[in-house]
């Protein structure tokens, strides 16, 4: 059984008595909880103000007395107002995130009928929010004279729906998690912001596996870093964030690399090897671009998702680990299920939460927000403020936002031509001339690749090809040019179809274009194959 602690205030008022053999005939709360014949009290975390502190070792002299085996530390936490609502949730708020909070080996309890009234209302606000990781504890008094000093407790739950001020204050929390999420950036894509705020109630109530799709640079590893690190402010994960890049690990060398192995159990293992699922206990597991695992390494990670146990290279004995997982994609797995390269139980088990991160070019309007950002980034990074003058500025915002735009790489492109035009900033001030050095530079990135009827040779029969009119060979030979530039048909679906997508009810366009394309004969292997 764990042991259990108790997280509370001492009582100014109820806890205090003249010292004589009288007190024990008075109910004092943090002393009658002590002596409950069912309720054992390993550690007492006593918080009092500096005025108290005689107080406090007047009572944790008599739980000595009357309950020997419970340790009590007292917890200096001085009010310049007990009764100032921001002031009391602040100082207690920032008490919990220092405090090393273990759920695994203790259990907690939060009493909250001691202190204030506001710092009662603080304790339920944390503990509610998973801030201090346990549950409600309230004591009574006895009834009656012949009741005695000990009392009764419960472990409670409020109703919610009567504290106008406590719902307010979780629908603060909740927008503080979003924007946490979004690393303080005041995103203006409605959608994304949608998915946002849907990710951050699944990161704070689900131990579930989470699975990030979308294009190559739109920021899956740094979102679920951010998960990960909202999951440990709200005391949810004690370990470490172990991010894999599944493409790096082939041939033998992934089993050992993600489960382990045991010396000798092949030609160089020269010791044994924990493997980065047993790095990843109690924390949270990254597995980015996920597709690319293999069948058998994909069975392992299944069984490890489900069970928590796993096999490591060479071993007799299975080992454990208690880790989160978060898998990233920029393919359709869908797809890789239909051509047998991914396991369709494992697909379903990782489908439970799956977000779309949109590509950089779906959510220009998030542009100018997220340059702000990557010039703060630039100068923590390089210990210089870079900024635009006005005129740069605009240059640079409407050409970044221009329909025509590109942005192949996503949020990698913008993050590397804020450092180039920061960099060759003349006196730390970004100029028009830099700005045009820099749009000629993305132009030329962006240009690559043919663009006229030629792209239809390989792919249709010339007699077919033939038969196509010239109006309609252009607007193919467009399609195929971006379909050869995307990694996936969901990701050349959004380029192509991104301005009639908002109107419609349905917006699969990974469908549409593949019927688009089979008008033609052509499948999107074979295309991805010439």
């Not at 008022?13 to 004589?20: E, F, H, P, Q, R």
Request: hydrophobic share 40%; glycine share 8%; proline share 4%.
């Amino acid at each position: 059984m764990k042991p259990t602690v108790i997280l509370g205030f001492l009582g100014s008022t109820l806890d205090a008595s003249k010292m004589g053999p009288t007190r024990w005939n008075k109910w004092r709360p943090t002393v009658g909880m002590c002596m409950q014949e069912d309720l054992r009290v390993d550690r007492l975390e006593l918080i009092h103000g500096g005025i108290h502190e005689g107080l406090a070792r007047y009572i944790t002299s008599d739980i000595a007395g009357i309950s020997p085996e419970t340790e009590v530390k007292p917890r200096l936490l001085d009010f310049a107002d007990p009764w100032d609502f921001e002031e009391v949730y602040g100082k207690l708020l920032d008490f919990a995130r220092a405090y090393p909070f273990d759920p695994d080996a203790e259990d907690y309890l939060v009493h909250i009928s001691t202190g204030t009234h506001v710092a009662q209302i603080c304790l339920f606000l944390l503990t509610e929010a998973r801030y201090l990781p346990g549950r409600l504890l309230q004591t009574h008094p006895p009834r009656g004279q012949a009741g005695g000093c000990v009392g009764t407790w419960s472990v409670i739950d409020l109703d919610l729906s009567r504290y106008d001020s406590i719902a307010t204050r979780f629908a603060a929390a909740a927008a503080e998690g979003s924007s946490f999420l979004k690393s303080g950036i005041e995103t203006r894509n409605a959608a994304f912001n949608r998915m946002i705020d849907e990710i951050e109630q699944v990161a704070v109530r689900s131990r579930a596996p989470m699975l990030l799709m979308g294009p190559t640079g739109a920021g899956k590893s740094q979102l679920a870093r951010r998960i990960f690190e909202l999951k440990r402010l709200k005391h949810q994960v004690f370990g470490e964030f172990v991010e894999v890049n599944c493409a790096t690990l082939k041939g033998d060398s992934a089993m050992s690399a993600l489960f382990g192995h045991k010396k000798g159990a092949f030609t160089g293992a020269a010791a044994d090897r924990a493997g980065l699922l047993r790095a990843a206990d109690k924390g949270v597991l990254f597995l980015d671009e996920i597709g690319e695992l293999g069948l058998d390494e994909q069975a392992m990670i299944l069984r490890a998702i489900e069970e928590k146990r796993f096999l490591p290279v060479g071993a007799d004995k299975e080992a454990s680990s208690e880790f989160q997982l978060i898998a990233g994609t920029n393919c359709e797995l869908g797809a890789a299920v239909a051509a047998g390269t991914f396991r369709d139980d494992l697909f379903a088990r990782l489908n439970l939460w799956t977000f779309e991160l949109p590509a950089l070019r779906d959510r220009l309007e998030d542009i100018e927000p997220n340059l702000d950002y990557e010039l703060d980034r630039f100068a923590e990074r390089e210990g210089m403020r870079v900024s635009f003058n006005k005129e740069a500025r605009r240059a640079f915002l409407d050409f970044a936002t221009a329909p025509d735009a590109r942005w192949t790489g996503n949020f990698r492109d913008l993050a590397a031509c804020v450092t180039r035009m920061a960099t060759f900033a003349p006196s730390g001030r970004i100029d028009t001339a830099t700005v045009e050095a820099e749009k000629a530079r993305l132009k030329r990135f962006w240009s690559g690749g043919a663009s006229g009827p030629d792209t239809l040779d390989g792919l249709i029969d010339p007699a077919d090809a033939d038969a196509i009119d010239p109006f309609d060979r252009v607007q193919l030979a467009e399609v195929i040019r971006v379909c050869r530039r995307s990694r996936s048909l969901s990701e050349a679906g959004r380029t192509l179809f991104s301005a009639s997508r908002s109107r419609r009810s349905s917006s699969n366009d990974a469908d549409r274009l593949r019927k688009y394309l089979q008008r033609y004969g052509i499948d999107w292997a074979r295309l991805q194959a010439s």
